[in-house]
């Protein structure tokens, strides 16, 4: 069975800091892993995905994400945060049938 | 449109009664999904829906929750004599077989359902 972790239930960064959300994942096999994000009161967004092509995923909103297999890691990062980022973020994989399963989520907090 | 919509947005009901939440796919995405999106439980998966083939509902919690989709398109979840620990955001999501975006869901607004 796939399943993510995500380490942290909140992050807080300042506006124009670096952001990162880290995720760890478990999976028998290669997995696609996602990032959604969802502000308040909006449907879930994709970010990015990774299917098994580059390790270095490039997203919307300029978030990026690198699959790591060694470190079963597919940690989500930005180099500026901008205070339309705060949201809550899922990473995400997925197994058969093509179905998500989601992490618990993080709570991005940015800060003037 | 050209999104997942889902009716009602907002749904209370009382504890015992029926509800019906319906889903709207993207036209010609041949996958459905319903999720539940809750406090104690995060996001979870409930019913897959693929084409013609028969429905995985590994994912219900109970035999209170069913769902169908006719045609091919729309889709109904149906909660029967609900309880209070029902109240959760129901999602639903669909995806297309093919494309760039063959396996990304794309996901609705969420009917928000409050049992009393």
């Known amino acids: 069975a796939q399943s993510v972790t995500q380490l942290d239930s909140h992050v807080s960064v300042s506006e124009g800091t670096p952001v990162l959300l880290r995720c760890n994942y478990s999976?028998?096999?290669?997995?696609?892993l996602f990032w959604y994000v969802q502000h308040p009161n909006k449907g879930l967004q994709l970010l990015l995905k990774?299917?098994?092509?580059?390790?270095l995923v490039k997203g919307i909103n300029g978030f990026e994400a690198e699959f790591k297999k060694s470190e079963t890691s597919f940690h989500l990062t930005k180099p500026s945060a901008h205070m339309s980022d705060a949201a809550e973020y899922f990473c995400?994989?997925?197994?058969?049938?093509?179905?998500?399963?989601f992490g618990t989520g993080t709570q991005l907090k940015v800060e003037l | 449109g050209a999104g997942v919509s889902q009716s009602p947005s907002n749904k209370v009901t009382e504890k015992g009664k029926d509800v019906e939440l319906r889903c709207d796919p993207i036209?010609?995405?041949?996958?459905l999904y319903w999720y539940r999106q809750s406090l104690g439980q995060g996001l979870e998966f409930l019913i897959y829906?693929?084409?013609?083939?028969?429905?995985?509902k590994s994912g219900l919690p109970s035999d209170r929750f069913s769902a169908e989709r006719t045609g091919g398109s729309v889709s109904t979840l149906t909660i029967q004599r609900t309880q209070q620990e029902d109240s959760a955001v129901y999602l639903c999501?669909?995806?297309?077989?093919?494309?760039?975006?063959?396996?990304?869901?794309?996901f609705g607004p969420g009917t928000r359902l409050t049992v009393l």
């Open positions: 999501a669909s995806r297309s077989d093919g494309g760039y975006s063959y396996n990304e869901q794309f």
């Open positions: 999976s028998s096999y290669s997995p696609s």
């Open positions: 990774y299917t098994s092509a580059a390790t």
């Open positions: 995400v994989v997925e197994g058969g049938g093509n179905k998500l399963t």
């Open positions: 036209s010609g995405h041949t996958a």
């Open positions: 829906f693929q084409g013609n083939s028969a429905p995985d």
